[in-house]
């Protein structure tokens, strides 16, 4: 399929219904995909979600297309380890996956993370069964760097998680 025409935003706090409105989406769409469940993110407050999008130890983004919102990335400082980001969240729309939507929003993520922080590794878990996901981030520079057993119970099945990190900036000497 041929890259869509899709724009990477940013949304200021006053949008905050939009985001709150694509992550619970995303939730609903993918439950296995995300390590919050649905019912927890729709009990957040107005000023939560608000905080999420200001907050200068998180970054999101957004893809654009239109006038609708068909994806999201997330990351955030993980507390005690200044020097490493989180990568939390990456959700495409499933009208418009396997068009490059991910990569766009993960190169404007890890862009703005690199010119707004210290960190120096930027983190992410995956599921092993996402094949699509992994293969994503290997081409981004992520290299798988351990194993979790069982973290996600569904519907009768154990999921074990990879761990997968790269290097925030990269030395070119």
């Not at 927890?40 to 407050?45: D, G, L, S, V, Y």
């Not at 990335?73 to 200044?82: M, N, Q, R, S, W």
């Not at 993520?109 to 922080?117: H, P, W």
């Not at 981030?137 to 119970?153: K, M, N, P, R, T």
């Amino acid at each position: 399929m041929s890259q869509l025409d899709v724009d990477i935003i940013s949304l200021p706090p006053e949008r905050w219904e939009e985001y709150r409105d694509l992550r619970l989406a995303a939730l609903r769409a993918e439950p296995i995909a995300f390590s919050e469940p649905y019912e927890r993110a729709a009990q957040r407050t107005p000023e939560e979600w608000r905080r999420r999008l200001i907050d200068s130890d998180n970054w999101v983004v957004f893809a654009r297309r239109g006038d609708t919102l068909v994806g999201l990335a997330a990351a955030y400082v993980i507390p005690d380890e200044l020097a490493a980001v989180h990568i939390v969240s990456v959700y495409v729309d499933a009208a418009v996956r396997h068009r490059g939507v991910g990569r766009r929003m993960l190169r404007s993520l890890v862009e703005r993370i690199a010119t707004s922080s210290d960190a120096v590794t930027l983190h992410l878990g995956v599921l092993d069964t996402n094949a699509a996901a992994i293969a994503l981030y290997a081409s981004l520079g992520f290299a798988i760097v351990g194993e979790q057993h069982d973290v996600l119970h569904h519907t009768g099945r154990a999921y074990d998680e990879l761990i997968m990190e790269r290097p925030l900036r990269v030395d070119h000497r």
